[in-house]
């Protein structure tokens, strides 16, 4: 008898019983690691505590679709995607079948030695089985039966096994994951047959990282829906949300610093998650957190299974980042890279074709930084020369200025900044200026008097005066600039501290004295002087200003500035209270930035918040906004731009709606803290103490709002609100703010008096219809009738501008009913408009003075008197003086 040792149980009992030789044991060892592997294929993957559920993705896919393929890179929690909405399934259809096989490489081996096709169907009819016993049953016991007759045909099973699961009475969903494991053309063929054959009551969920080739035709299928790393990437507010759930306490702060390098890779968030924790949550966590650990994610997962040959391309790519074919060429100087290009387009090795720029790449920035430094430093450095050489003759200035920092290039290219001067800071593109600054170092910078004036105006966009100061200082100090150089550097920093008055003659005497090729200056001049129009609530001086900065803009074709202008010139629309035409305008801004791919976060910043601001004035969705909100979050902070206080102003407000003050004063802390990081003086943004107050009045806390309201106006009491060029309608806010405090703390008479005394000598802007509102509701109990008057022209204004916001939120005791004017009643004019002239005008005839009086003042001819009295009464809609001076109270003209 055989004495040999079996190390497992079950066979040693087997041997004990008599059974005398090891073929049996070989066999039965051999059918259990069968059972287990195919257990293994059939096993869906279990949730973490801090797993973030995101099935609706595929909720809303399959409502377009009966087939849905997810397909891309290593990361992206397709797995896990599709488990959960297995769970979500169960849920929601109580008889609905979940059937999960995960595809592997031995699904390609052949079944024996007679079937030379590939085992694939084989195995997926035994976990269906295995899975949902009898969804199967007709279709193995075929097989078993052909196999033994002879070569069986795999077509004729899989539709013999689709029959049979049509005549189950409930619906079917069918999971295969890994489908990028399947090699074999023939088992690639069964699943093409799948998808097309599938009954009617079974649905098909599909996972894998790239597209097997011969599967190319079913992108023609249109039952078949496509979700790509973009459609699985979390956009902004979902990375907040992430990290909110995963109880991050300062998450808003974080999102644009890991959505610029993860881009929303999911499984980048995970590992940096996993180290911030490791690390003990930091408040200001590394730049590079988890790099390490996701490059060895993304060694383990898709870099070993590279050939040399293709890894040795990627990790060039990777040093190039953006790139097309002539970079490519001119970087490279090999012949053969086009076939490892598309093969890394193919297999999604983080590489992606960019829709907006034909023929152009992008290597996704993580996978960018990872695979670049696999190269030693002189071939990187090597590399990022070339692409400078190749792009700094106009192709793309930013991107030659990023290799050459890349490159460590200072000295070399000194010249090519100086004469680029202009166009590198029309670019907007601030934070990549000033890393080349860092990597310039103070000697060379401090030796060039215009690279000193192109480092200065950097700072001092971004309202940064503290880092600005020194370098103009040191300017006027060693008299290395021209006269209308210094008026323009000096006035824009009179406009920083509030000397308005300087600040207009000193723009004017620079863009009247400005050389022609000194455009960007004149452009910032002239914005400047609308700005300070605006600021004195001349609105035709700021569009006339507005106005000049466009037509530079476009003549010396930099569309980010014009971009800018075009922000501007909504914001001037917008506190003239022309709502739709300021969003005709900030949508003309993006879609002109979209044509020239422009990706100045600075711009874009702006126009998303301020689109998103107006939206939010029209009554759109909230939840629609909060993504454009978060957006314009993001790309202001990667610009180191002040404007992204808007963005939290308005997302406080937003949350303030719903109740959710806590996190609306929490993202105002979080814009204050940013601001304090930057340098930025305190009077750029300590507006939003308002929006803070409006917060505390919607909560109840009437003591606190009032006595932060005192103590910022007391702020302001020895001179006018500084910087309100920041924020225009600053000062029309705090009026409104005060007549709403008073208003809920139900001091009405005190509300009236603070309108008034706003309206006097503010008519004629968005603030002043807020205003008025505000004075309309107060005067319900003392005088109802001229209540309703003022709401009735006040929903005329409100109607015509399509503002459709929720004012109940804002003003408790406002009845919308009571807005509707009914059918009978009179209407006041829906657009009055005076002129300050003709205001002047309608003053004196309040006084009661004859036209030649009104003329004699006003140092004007009897006729032109007559002329401005006759407009007033038409724009009025009066036909008498009286008649006219009455509708003028009405509107709180006079």
């Known amino acids: 008898m055989n004495t040999t040792k079996k190390p497992d149980q079950a066979a ?80 929601q259809q109580s008889g609905a079948g979940v059937i999960w096989f995960r595809c592997d490489e031995r699904d390609n081996l052949a079944t024996d030695e007679r079937q030379p096709a590939p085992s694939f169907l084989l195995n997926l009819l035994e976990v269906c089985e295995r899975q949902y016993e009898g969804v199967a049953t007709n279709a193995l016991a075929h097989w078993q039966f052909a196999s033994e007759a002879g070569p069986l045909c795999s077509e004729q099973v899989l539709l013999l096994w689709l029959a049979e699961i049509a005549t189950l009475e409930q619906p079917l969903l069918l999971c295969l994951d890994d489908v990028h494991r399947l090699t074999s053309g023939v088992a690639l063929q069964l699943v093409d047959r799948l998808i097309r ?34 459609d699985l990437a979390f956009a902004d507010d979902q990375v907040q949300r992430f990290l909110m ?80 074919d002539a970079l490519l060429q001119y970087c490279l100087g090999a012949s053969d890279y086009h076939q490892q290009l598309q093969i890394s387009l193919n297999h999604n ?10 023929g152009w790449y992008r290597m996704h920035p993580v996978m960018a930084g990872l695979l670049s430094h696999q190269l030693s430093e002189p071939v990187r450095h090597a590399l990022h020369s070339k692409a400078f050489d190749w792009l700094r003759t106009g192709r793309d200035r930013m991107a030659a200025l990023h290799h050459a920092r890349q490159a460590g290039l200072a000295y070399e290219i000194v010249p090519w900044v100086e004469q680029q001067a202009e166009y590198l800071i029309g670019s907007l593109d601030i934070p990549a200026m000033l890393e080349w600054f860092d990597v310039l170092g103070d000697e060379l910078l401090h030796a060039s008097p215009r690279l000193m004036q192109v480092a200065a105006w950097s700072w001092l966009f971004t309202q940064q005066r503290e880092k600005a100061e020194p370098l103009v200082q040191r300017l006027l100090n060693d008299r290395r600039l021209a006269d209308y150089e210094k008026a323009a550097l000096e006035g824009y920093l009179a406009r920083l501290d509030g000397q308005t008055r300087r600040a207009e003659e000193l723009c004017k005497y620079a863009l009247e004295h400005l050389p022609a090729d000194r455009f960007t200056v004149r452009i910032l001049m002239s914005s400047t002087l609308s700005l300070l129009c605006l600021m004195h609530h001349d609105a035709d001086g700021a569009r006339i200003w507005n106005r000049f900065a466009q037509d530079l803009a476009r003549q010396y074709q930099v569309p980010a500035m014009e971009a800018q202008v075009l922000f501007d010139y909504g914001r001037i629309e917008l506190n003239r209270g022309h709502i739709k035409r300021s969003l005709a305008v900030i949508e003309q801004g993006l879609a002109l930035m979209q044509e020239h791919n422009e990706r100045c976060g600075v711009s874009l910043g702006r126009l998303l918040s301020y ?16 993504d454009m909100m978060q957006q314009g979050v993001a790309a202001s902070t990667s610009g180191h731009d002040i404007a992204v206080c808007y963005g939290y102003a308005l997302l406080a407000m937003a949350h303030t709606e719903t109740g959710q003050f806590d996190r609306a004063l929490d993202l105002l802390d979080q814009a204050e803290r940013l601001m304090q990081r930057w340098q930025v003086g305190v009077e750029s943004y300590q507006w939003l103490a308002m929006i803070k107050a409006n917060v505390w009045i919607s909560e109840g806390k009437l003591s606190r709002a009032q006595s932060y309201i005192d103590e910022f106006i007391k702020m302001q009491a020895d001179g006018p609100l500084t910087r309100s060029d920041v924020f225009p309608m600053l000062p029309g806010f705090i009026a409104a703010t005060r007549a709403r405090l008073y208003l809920v703390g139900n001091h009405p008479e005190a509300c009236i008096a603070e309108a008034d005394a706003w309206l006097r000598n503010n008519n004629q802007s968005l603030m002043s219809v807020v205003v008025m509102m505000f004075r309309a509701v107060a005067l319900r109990g003392s005088k109802p009738a001229e209540s309703e008057s003022q709401l ?56 009661g003075l004859s036209n030649q009086e009104i003329a004699d003042q006003l140092f004007i001819s009897l006729h032109t008197v007559k002329t401005h009295a006759r407009k007033i009464n038409v724009k009025l809609g009066a036909k008498s003086r009286t008649q006219a001076l009455h509708r003028a109270k009405e509107l709180l003209l006079i």
């Open 12 to 91: 040693s009992a087997a041997f004990d019983a008599g059974q005398p030789d090891a073929g049996h044991w070989q066999q039965d060892l051999h059918q259990r690691a069968q059972k287990a592997w195919l257990h293994s294929k059939s096993k869906r993957p279990l949730f973490g505590d801090r797993f973030w559920p995101r099935a609706g993705i595929l909720t809303d896919a399959f409502q377009q679709a009966d087939v849905v393929w997810l397909n891309c890179a290593a990361g992206y929690g397709k797995t896990l995607l599709m488990s959960e909405y297995c769970d979500l399934l169960a849920q």
């Open 197 to 230: 054959e599938r009954p009617a009551n079974v649905t098909l969920l599909l996972a894998s990282r790239f597209l097997p080739q011969p599967l190319a035709s079913l992108r023609l299928q249109p039952a078949l829906s496509w979700l790509s790393s973009r």
């Open 245 to 324: 759930h995963n109880d991050i306490p300062q998450a808003g702060r974080l999102v644009a610093q890991l959505n610029s390098r993860l881009q929303g890779w999911p499984a980048g968030l995970s590992l940096w998650l996993g180290c911030y924790r490791a690390l003990g949550k930091p408040a200001e966590p590394p730049v590079l957190l988890g790099q390490q650990e996701m490059s060895d994610y993304l060694q383990g997962e898709t870099l070993h299974e590279l050939a040399p040959e293709l890894q040795s391309f990627i990790q060039q790519a990777a040093v190039l980042g953006r790139f097309n």
């Open 349 to 358: 090795l983080f590489l992606e074709a960019l829709d907006d720029q034909p």
């Open 611 to 626: 689109k998103a601001f107006v939206l939010w004035l029209m009554g759109e969705n909230r939840d629609q906004l909060i």
């Open 792 to 847: 009735r022209y006040l929903q005329q204004v409100l109607e015509r501008e399509n503002i459709g916001m929720d004012l109940n939120r804002w003003i408790p005791q406002l009845q919308q009913a009571s807005l509707a004017a009914e059918k009978d009643a009179p209407l006041l004019p829906a657009n009055v408009s005076l002129s300050e002239r003709e205001l002047e005008v309608l003053r004196k005839i309040d006084q």
